[in-house]
C-alpha cells in the first residue's frame, strides 16, 4: 500500500465519521472551497462550502439519526469510492435503509468532489411509497 493510499484510507474514515456523528462543520471542513456534491436524481449540482453546509444539513434532517451501513470501500490514485445503505430512523420509528453508491475525488487532501447514486426503488420503498 502508498502513502497515498494510506492517506486516502484516514481521509475517507474521517469524512464518514464526520457523517455518521451528524457533523456538518466537520464534513464541510474536509471540502474545497469550490466542492461539488451531487445526489443523482435528486438534486443538480451543488457548489462552494456554504451550498454544501446548507445541503448537508437538509440531508441530515431529511434522513434523521442517519447511518452508514458499509459493504465495501475501494481506493484509487485520488479517490474512493463507498458501497453502502443509508439508514435512518423512520416517522413510524422503524429503522429503515436503501442502496447508496459514493463516488469521491480527493484534491490536495480535501473532497473536491462527491456524487452519490441511490437505488430510487429501495428509497421509495422506504418513505413508504413516497420519496
Not at 6 to 15: E, K, P, R
Request: hydrophobic share 45%; proline share 2%.
Amino acid at each position: 500500500m502508498t502513502a497515498r493510499t494510506l492517506d486516502l484510507t484516514a481521509l475517507a474514515a474521517q469524512y464518514l465519521d464526520a457523517w455518521t456523528s451528524h457533523d456538518v462543520d466537520a464534513i464541510v471542513a474536509m471540502h474545497t472551497t469550490d466542492s461539488r456534491f451531487q445526489t443523482h436524481g435528486r438534486t443538480s449540482v451543488v457548489t462552494g462550502r456554504d451550498a454544501l453546509r446548507q445541503t448537508f444539513a437538509g440531508i441530515l434532517d431529511l434522513y434523521p439519526n442517519m447511518g452508514c451501513d458499509t459493504h465495501r470501500l475501494l481506493f484509487g490514485p485520488a479517490h474512493w469510492v463507498l458501497d453502502w445503505t443509508l439508514t435512518f430512523d423512520a416517522a413510524d420509528g422503524q429503522r429503515r435503509g436503501f442502496q447508496c453508491l459514493d463516488v469521491v475525488e480527493v484534491s490536495e487532501g480535501l473532497v473536491s468532489r462527491k456524487d452519490t447514486f441511490f437505488d430510487f426503488a429501495q428509497a421509495r420503498a422506504a418513505f413508504g411509497g413516497q420519496a
